[in-house]
């Protein structure tokens, strides 16, 4: 089917391609024009490769008209800024990385352009990617495609605001604590968090591998539409014998999947998120679309969860801050506010050898608790964050002061647990999107994009498009 917005899909483009329908010189062109016009709007692109594309694009050509094969070949894609790309810019948010150009590709971006994807431009990120809304001195502040008042979330939200307003047909983001998801709720887009080593992280800055993270990062796709998700995701997973957490393991085929015999649960209160009645009301739309088409659907209590956003934060500064403030001392103190109290506070969470495995264990503990309640379910039906995307530097739900993470405390829960999930669309409040997370057991993406699949079919028309502006 159409993306949302009635624009062609990825796949519906690579199939064009494949035809001969479309050149891909032509379709880099088109989605070139259109990020140069979005960028100015939105201000979403850290570096616009049109030389380079061009180039990829020609040579995408000669491969089509050789009859040669590709699961994505000539088709565009974007990139976020924290992600290498040989050749290109490799800032990530930060003024610590001028100057920098990566010598090689990411893993995965080598496995898009393998597969014979044309890289068309790098994707704005908050600085260092520590931050749910994308904005860092080194390119300003991305906007939210419905209000510029509002952000766009982060830290992969250049990605999402492009995919909104159809100026990407998709792109490569990362998730740590939700930096996939939360951009593509606040814009209302399609996002995919993996399972926990399911990807590579090889080639991203700043690497989580070697912190207090372990897994809990993963890159991911993003795209407008569930079958575009897994387009891509079809091409990017497995070990790359670098990164220790990545492992290959076998993909299911969602398309294979009877969504009517799922056993589905669904959930709006964690305890600490504080949903807002339309937050409330896009679970519950979701719900009902899949009890809709026969699956088995019930309210569900999750376990305890008033841990996760103090364990998520307390493993990501186990070291007190040491390696980030290492990390970007080429900036010279030059960051946003946020930043900037992050390097100053966290010293205090700093923990000796017996501190940090007392804080694993605590982890494991909730990281299996999580598991196990998923594990009752197919899929598991919960909000991403507590409301649509707020006024810049200000919490979802009510727009106050950002003084605390409890609102994102939802996708922190699956970030913890290691847990694919997908983010669909499902509702808006205010005139903004709220998008459902679609939680599965790990290792088992297709019977959340199965699910997915039915709420974009279900509730295409439950999210008005962006303004145009």
């Not at 992969?156 to 998730?175: I, K, M, N």
């Not at 949903?275 to 679970?283: Q, Y």
């Not at 605590?362 to 309640?373: K, N, P, V, Y």
């Not at 964050?385 to 922190?412: N, T």
Request: a negative charge.
């Amino acid at each position: 089917m159409p993306a949302r917005t009635g624009e062609p899909t990825a796949a519906e483009l690579v199939e064009l391609l494949r035809r001969r329908e479309v050149g891909g010189r032509e379709l880099a062109e088109r989605y070139l024009e259109r990020l140069d016009r979005a960028d100015g709007a939105l201000n979403a692109v850290t570096y616009l490769a049109r030389d380079e594309a061009l180039a990829a694009a020609d040579a995408a050509d000669r491969a089509l008209a050789a009859g040669e094969q590709g699961a994505l070949l000539g088709l565009p894609v974007t990139v976020k800024d924290s992600i290498a790309v040989a050749g290109l810019p490799w800032g990530s948010g930060s003024l610590a990385r001028e100057g920098v150009v990566a010598d090689e590709d990411a893993t995965l971006v080598a496995r898009l352009r393998a597969a014979g994807a044309v890289v068309l431009a790098k994707t704005t990120t908050p600085e260092y990617t520590w931050s749910y809304e994308a904005d860092c001195v080194a390119t300003g502040r991305t906007l939210n495609p419905y209000d510029p008042a509002r952000t766009c979330g982060g830290s992969s939200g250049g990605e999402a605001a492009l995919l909104a307003v159809d100026a990407t047909p998709a792109g490569l983001g990362t998730d740590g604590f939700g930096s996939i998801r939360v951009p593509s709720h606040y814009c209302g887009t399609f996002g995919l968090r993996p399972t926990a080593g399911r990807l590579p992280e090889t080639g991203v800055w700043p690497s989580t591998r070697d912190t207090g993270m372990l897994d809990m990062s993963t890159p991911g796709p993003m795209a407008r539409s569930v079958g575009d998700l897994a387009l891509l995701l079809g091409t990017l997973g497995g070990a790359d014998g670098i990164d220790p957490f990545a492992h290959d393991a076998p993909l299911r085929d969602h398309g294979t999947v009877d969504a009517g015999s799922l056993h589905v649960a669904f959930y709006a209160d964690d305890g600490m998120g504080g949903a807002t009645p339309g937050t409330r009301e896009a679970v519950a739309r979701a719900a009902r679309a899949l009890e809709a088409v026969g699956a088995a659907v019930e309210e569900a209590k999750p376990p305890p969860l008033d841990d996760v956003t103090d364990v998520a934060f307390r493993m990501m500064a186990a070291d007190g801050g040491a390696q980030a403030r290492a990390d970007l001392a080429p900036a010279r103190g030059r960051h946003v506010p946020q930043v900037t109290w992050l390097l100053e506070n966290l010293a205090p969470f700093s923990l000796s050898a017996a501190g940090f495995f007392e804080l694993m264990r605590r982890w494991i503990e909730l990281r299996g608790a999580i598991r196990r309640f998923v594990a009752g379910y197919d899929v598991v039906i919960c909000p991403t964050v507590a409301g649509p995307a707020p006024l810049h530097g200000r919490r979802p739900g009510d727009d106050g002061e950002l003084e605390d993470y409890m609102a994102f405390s939802y996708v922190q829960t699956y970030s913890v647990a290691g847990l694919p999930v997908v983010v669909a669309p499902a509702g808006a409040e205010r005139g903004l999107p709220i998008g459902v997370q679609v939680v599965a057991s790990s290792g088992r993406e297709d019977l959340a994009l199965s699910a997915a699949a039915v709420l974009e079919e279900a509730l295409a028309s439950a999210v008005p498009p962006p303004p145009r502006r």
